[in-house]
């Protein structure tokens, strides 16, 4: 039997996998990782902990648990990989079925011939072509070495001011990071909101809380030059003509695929700019697979390619190719949902599954819910959870899910992913049999209690109303809607709106009916808290006559907007 | 329109939902709410905490989280429910559909007609007909007043022995809380294992760890009886003839459903002694539903009759209920999948759907993984969670998942238990799209990683064994088995399992063949400290021509017997 020739160009996460998985299905095989760095399977999502202070030491990013460097040696010694590091591949002849590869440090050059190929060749921060971008100070992070850079800035102390360009996952957790470090922070975003994988009202109030820890968010405005003096960054100029004096930026406005290498190669490249795979994960050239960030793959619910460069995603996929290289194509990856999640000090943020607006995008007829409520009870310390669920009206079927807060938000979403995965409907999710106790959830679990809100809308049980069409009303004073607040005067003397509501408690509400509008198609709007209470005050309104009752839902705990107290 | 009377028995979890939901859906029906004692809505769940001193207010338990108690008068006025307390239902008289009661204070007696008839009078600890049990000192933990009792035990720091009677869920969490009182506890159950939701490997971890903490653990051990002076408990005498001291007993070997009042109006009681109803929620009486402790429900999986008296459930079927009293029936409860979860001491412990003995009981085909691995990378503060997924051999279908450790062991349950309401298989989980963020999970989360272990099983990759088999053989003296342990020398000095194991390290194996027997045909376990390692051992051995290789699952980490050191 010949020996199978594997070459895997790229050791950051899909390479490494596919190459390890390769190894296990074929122990006979040779397999060739090949990586231009000088590093191999770094825990590259791990950088801004490291930045930070969370830990330490930068050799837990580039070691096994048990403190062995993932170096070439240990590829060698424990999985019979060939590594090479330092080194680019810098053409594939597919018709000789070679590699052409160069050292990039001894400048020597060779080839490597391969059975079959994968390419996990990753992807690159995008570096706007903004004048000054090139000055001492703007960064980016996505390397070893822009951690070993931010990471020294910590430690020495020398930066007072950043600025974060771009407010998605990576830039907010560079926020995180650098503001842990003492520097202070503004982070830039030229979209009306942080974290696109939010709707916009759970954004808000992920930026409250930024606003709150002391980060600057400016939003809708984009940096449109980089100042420097002898070379060294000295403040941006944004697009509004803002100068902002600071000495150290972080480019991360996203990533593009590493799709050259394919593309010079004659692969078949997506819409997107990634390498197109089809469901073995092979490329348009039978021996050749690919993974990772350099690949566009296929979004679960809408069936439209897209681009998901989730480190999670690359070792899925890189098992899959494994598998398919070795035996045959035989494994199917399924595509994305586009899960996601990220700590921003004391919330978590994270969705799965398509927002309102991505839904609304695709033409699909939804229904959502915006729910507040604790993730156990108050007496085990709870934390709140802020959360948004959107479904198909027609089918009931779970399309997204978004939480933000203090509380257990990572369980709350991989429910939600699972949800979507086992194609759950709104009637199969109203009984859930999830794990209760105490310390871990209410007796109905945030998402249950989210499922049911969802059925009393979908049924007209319940009528709502988003905090942001009341913010609108608010902003453009529109007039004749009454907003009533359904809570008790002391809570009500700690923290209210000021939007003109009237303060009637529920349990005083039905003899105190008198004092509503005599109309009965007046427009009312009722909350509380959490807006529990304020259902029930629209359910005793509507028994009362009134004809246009809605829920503020979420209640005060999901209204982002200034509050009178 | 007549208004509908509704009356509810029970005022603890299944009733009050009930109540509520009815409201809510029927603003005119007369809601009655009959309860024995004098507490309503108590969150009875949490009265191991409050006895252990996790919250110091006794409030919490009856009170809304804005401070208002849970009385008659805020059912009246914020839900406009007429709850009567201190009232027990003596008799229904369902030809004449009118319920009779008696105030168990005043001893007036009255009767209330209806429409239709809630029971939820929940259920009742069992307790054994044990000489002595009547004694001062034993007692139960399922009603206020023995939170009170417990709690009070506590604050005066009288008791410095008590005993648990029974090793579930209420058993394990009442030892925990009077441990934290200070209480030196000795935990005695009939069964060879804690937590019947388990199965026994995984429930020795639990042991364990309880132990570690402090608390003795008797397994296949009952008492015999309860021993006293001047009608006070001193100690308990067990089956085995060994006498206890203690000053203080709690039983907790399981509840009854209280059925004794629908069994006397006719209702058709199930097999399990619960309360037989339709998916409707509905009693062999078309205008009487029942939900919560007192009923029986189905097994999801199984499709058999099941008690399963959890508080989740209760509030779920609660709605179910009520959704079908006042439309009509229409809504259907599922049924469950047994989920169940609780803290002990720095663990959790939880499982969802069938454990191996119940599925292999069910006459099912099943193949099963035990996995160890950390909840996140080491540099965030992981924690450990040991798990076992159960599938059905011939689809896939996830059947079972049990975690247990000191990790986010209740994000694994929720996961699993969506799982199998989704009726996901190994082929659909392969590839899950789950949140991950260093935070909150490993790139590939615990879960995926059993699925794919599983995924390697099924298809004949790895061969597996048990750490219980392992502990068998060495227990049995077994000769012929050859142990390679595949971790470094520096990990073999610090803890090891001493069972006759040799030391290679997996970078070493390669160029160490020659120390390995030199049959063939020699049974071979390897394993490491979570077993990967121990997986990649073992491919290199298979290469090499052996051709009885296992793998121990879970390493080192998931043997929970006695180690060398």
Known sequence: ???????????????????????????????????????????SCGYPYYVGGVFDSRNSLIETPTGVPRNPGFFKNAKDIDALINTEVTRIDRAARTVHWKNVLSGEESSLPYDKLMISTGSTPKMPPIEGIHLDGVTTLQSMKDADYLRRVRDEKSVKKAIIIGGGLIGIETAEALQLAGIQITVVEVMDQ??????????????????????????????????????????????????????????????????????????????????????????????IYAAGDCVEICNCITGAQAYAPMGDLANLQGRVAADNMILGDSVHFSGTINTGICKIFDFAAGATGLTEAAARAAGLDVETVVNASPDKP????????????????????????????????????????????????????????????????????????????????????????????????????????????ARGPEEFEAMRLGIGEVLIPLGALRRRLGELPEDKDTPIVCFCKISLRGYEAAIILQDAGYTNVRVMEGGIMAWPFPREK
């Open 1 to 43: 039997m010949t020996q199978k020739r594997i070459v895997i160009i790229g050791g950051s996460a899909a390479g490494p996998k596919t190459a390890a998985r390769a190894r296990r299905l074929d122990p006979r095989a040779r397999v060739t990782l090949i990586e231009r760095g000088p590093d191999l399977s770094m825990a």
């Open 194 to 287: 942080l974290l696109p994988f939010l709707d916009g009202q759970l954004a808000k109030l992920v930026e409250n809380h930024c606003r709150a820890k002391g980060v600057n968010v400016i939003l809708e405005n984009g940096v449109a030059s980089f100042l420097g003096e002898n070379g060294r960054l000295t403040g941006v100029k944004l697009a509004s003509g803002t100068e902002l004096p600071c000495e150290l930026a972080v480019v991360a406005v996203g990533v593009k695929p590493n799709s050259a290498l394919a593309r010079e190669a004659g692969l078949t490249i997506g819409e997107t700019g990634g390498i197109k795979v089809n469901k073995h994960m092979g490329t348009s050239d039978p021996d």
């Open 378 to 485: 108050g007496f085990m310390g709870a934390g709140l959870l802020i959360s948004k669920m959107i479904v198909e009206r027609s089918t009931g079927r779970l399309l997204g899910y978004q939480c933000v807060g203090p509380g257990d938000v990572s369980k709350q979403i991989a429910q939600g992913a699972m949800a979507i995965r086992g194609q759950l409907t709104v009637e199969k999710m109203l009984d859930l049999d999830l794990p209760y106790a105490p310390p871990f959830s209410l007796a109905i679990d945030h998402f249950i209690a989210s499922v049911h809100i969802m059925d009393n809308k979908l049924k007209g049980v319940m009528r709502g109303i988003s905090t942001s069409e009341v913010r609108r009303m608010q902003c453009s004073g529109e007039k004749g809607t009454w907003f009533l607040d």
